[in-house]
């Protein structure tokens, strides 16, 4: 992989400090948007997130792509044209570009290419994808004219561990405000809560609920971490008297 200029490595610092001062996780992917754009010169820059739950791409782009967005349904059902299928799916958060496996005469041969590509006009593209807890995402740099140069893998690789982080953090922070406000509501209804793992590791509990473990249960609680052997066999057997 080609090494960063000084400028370019100087550039790339300040965009790693950019992404970790953004926590919202509504904000950070116009933040990763806006910051891409300055960093790799492309037609538009793309952040799209699959929810495996809800079944769905959730899709940002910038320039705003309206067309995009409509679009998705063909590029959803034929997802295995893509010739960075394979890659895809490890989830691994390596930078790639269509031509490191398909030339684009092979390309234009697909019907992904005409049905999806063609009509967004992107003949290049370069990405990078991550995987965590079932939501996978894709950051997506499309050209018409010219293809990505190596120069330009070497800003998103350096780029791509820190984003893929900032990402992490952003889902932590959102998590620990959906869960600080379940705790005032059952601190309100004299209620506790406890999040453990199937192994009985405890993560997280509401503040009325330790309190009851401490009482209870103190020192095999502060000993190991661990919810107590009476609680975890009792959620062995599905939490049945």
């Not at 370019?8 to 992404?19: K, L, P, Q, T």
């Not at 995987?131 to 998103?156: I, M, P, Y």
Request: charged residues 25%; contains cysteine.
């Amino acid at each position: 992989m080609k090494r960063l200029s000084h400028h370019d490595y100087v550039a790339c610092s300040h965009a790693v400090r950019e992404i970790y001062d953004e926590t919202s996780r509504d904000r950070l992917p116009w933040r990763l948007l806006g910051m891409l754009a300055r960093l790799v010169p492309a037609d538009h820059v793309g952040f799209n997130e699959f929810d495996d739950q809800k079944g769905r791409f959730v899709v940002h782009s910038q320039p705003a792509r309206p067309d995009i967005q409509l679009l998705m349904p063909q590029c959803e059902a034929l997802p295995a044209d893509h010739p960075l299928y394979d890659h895809y799916k490890t989830g691994e958060p390596t930078p790639r570009k269509i031509s490191d496996v398909m030339s684009f005469a092979q390309f234009s041969q697909t019907g992904l290419y005409r049905d999806y590509f063609l009509r967004i006009r992107a003949k290049h593209q370069m990405l990078f994808f991550m995987d965590h807890k079932g939501r996978r995402a894709g950051l997506t740099l499309n050209r018409w004219r010219r293809d990505f140069s190596e120069r330009d893998r070497s800003v998103l690789a350096f780029l791509a561990p820190h984003i893929v982080q900032a990402l992490h953090n952003s889902r932590l922070a959102m998590e620990l405000g959906d869960l600080q406000r379940m705790e005032e509501g059952l601190n309100a209804v004299n209620r506790g809560l406890i999040l453990a793992e199937a192994g009985g590791r405890i993560r997280w509990s509401s503040r009325l609920a330790g309190e009851w473990l401490e009482h209870f249960f103190a020192e095999s609680v502060k000993s190991s971490g661990q919810l107590p052997a009476v609680l975890r066999d009792w959620l062995a057997g599905e939490g049945k008297p």
